[in-house]
């Protein structure tokens, strides 16, 4: 789980944090980096195609590898494929072709989530989901140090001593991050296919098959055909309304706005970072490497404290925290180039979204049927980046109108709703038959 943590983690900053440094170096306007973010929305719309993933066999593929597996390599290697598209394509001369890769890396990327959290979710029961989701954030957060902190060092090195955006560089350094999905590749071809616990789910698609055969004339192959489609659409957003009943409103909306101020404050890191006059050596130190290994130890942290306190209780910790820690950012922004201070601001940040990942991997983790494992925690996951992502694409063009003080003010002012959320599901009682 840690490798294949790694092989999650390594295309997020490529098509967005790390794409948005290399944008703005190129002379790329704050507001179209905001709209180019957009891209991510691709993460928020995978519970579409997730029911396929869940339940699609792949020709050759699947026989060899399994369900899981052979989704996994066949992701990974449409990402290597748009990752070295991203490294041929200079924003300069041809942004379209560009974000086109981009894209591409990001459905990819979305595809592999879909089958790895399937993957997880079906290794181990419920009791164990903390730790594999500790294991999973410490691998995801080591790729996050190297498309970051590795991406910037290795472009800077490539750029040889050029003042400035040097093309090449950013070729040479989108080339290693392509290579470097071999370690997923080669963990999914060695790492053995979880069993496969369906067995609720495949009865219920019999029994619908045999009932349209029956009652409602239809062919036996169509009969099959639709009860597959409705196991596979229907039945894992019927089954999660069917165990939480009112509740599920709640739920989705924790799910949908408990990432925001992060996600939103975190489009315009990089150009702010870039507009303060940081040089990729600093931040890739400070932010890239440094950040993300305080990210790390957030998570170690969050998890530890879930199985200690409780997961609902480090959920708001983690919303408070995050929501302080952007607050830090706006006076950040009155600073100019200030280096200890980034040091404080960046550790203090990743710190607080470390704790509020773990726990929240673990938490929508344990929503989830393992008989519709990718298409519920799919729907879990996207619902979470839908919106953010959305209101994250209207950030430069805000930061252009008001400045980043007042962006970042407001971020920290968006997760303020996710207390009030966390509270009131806190009060309310789980109905849960689903393992």
């Not at 041929?88 to 942004?95: E, G, T, V």
């Not at 290794?123 to 970051?148: K, S």
């Not at 006059?277 to 290994?293: C, L």
């Amino acid at each position: 789980m840690l490798l294949l943590g790694f092989a999650a983690g390594l295309p997020l900053l490529l098509v967005l944090g790390t794409l948005s440094f290399r944008l703005r170096e190129a002379g790329i306007g704050r507001a179209a980096i905001g709209y180019l973010s957009w891209v991510g929305l691709v993460y928020g719309m995978k519970w579409a195609w997730a029911p396929l993933v869940d339940r699609l066999p792949l020709p050759f593929l699947t026989r060899r590898l399994g369900r899981r597996r052979a989704w996994l390599l066949l992701a990974q290697l449409l990402i290597v494929l748009g990752l070295a598209g991203m490294a041929l394509a200079d924003p300069q001369r041809s942004l379209a072709a560009l974000a086109a890769c981009a894209l591409l890396v990001a459905f990819a990327s979305a595809t592999q989530d879909i089958a790895l959290d399937a993957y997880r979710i079906e290794c181990a029961p419920p009791e164990q989901q903390g730790a594999l989701a500790a294991a999973y954030q410490a691998g995801y957060r080591l790729a996050m140090i190297w498309t970051g902190a590795g991406a910037l060092w290795i472009a800077a090195r490539a750029a040889d001593g050029a003042a400035g955006y040097a093309p090449q560089a950013w070729t040479v350094a989108y080339l290693a991050m392509a290579a470097s999905m071999a370690v997923g590749v080669v963990t999914v071809l060695l790492a053995p296919e979880p069993p496969a616990r369906t067995a609720q789910a495949d009865a219920a698609e019999r029994a619908l098959a045999e009932h349209l055969a029956r009652q409602r004339g239809l062919p036996a192959p169509l009969a099959r055909f639709a009860a597959w489609a409705h196991q596979a659409f229907v039945g894992p957003f019927m089954d999660f309304l069917r165990r939480y009943r009112a509740q599920a409103v709640l739920l989705l909306a924790l799910i949908a706005t408990y990432r925001v101020a992060d996600v939103v404050m975190g489009v315009m890191a990089n150009p702010f970072y870039v507009d303060m006059g940081y040089s990729k050596d600093e931040v890739a130190a400070v932010s890239k490497f440094y950040g993300v290994a305080m990210t790390l130890a957030g998570a170690i942290l969050g998890g530890a404290a879930a199985v200690r306190y409780g997961v609902l209780r480090v959920l708001a910790a983690g919303a408070l925290l995050s929501a302080a820690s952007n607050l830090l950012f706006a006076w950040l922004a009155t600073r100019g180039h200030d280096l200890p201070a980034l040091v404080l601001v960046i550790g203090a940040d990743n710190l607080s979204a470390g704790v509020a990942s773990a726990a929240f991997v673990a938490y929508l983790s344990g929503l989830t049927n393992v008989a519709y494992s990718a298409t519920q925690y799919a729907l879990f996951s996207s619902t979470m980046l839908l919106v953010p992502k959305w209101l994250a694409g209207f950030s430069g063009a805000f930061v252009d109108a008001y400045g980043y003080p007042a962006f970042f003010a407001g971020t920290a002012a968006l997760g303020l709703p996710v207390l009030l959320l966390i509270a009131l599901i806190a009060r309310t009682p789980y109905r849960d038959s689903k393992r």
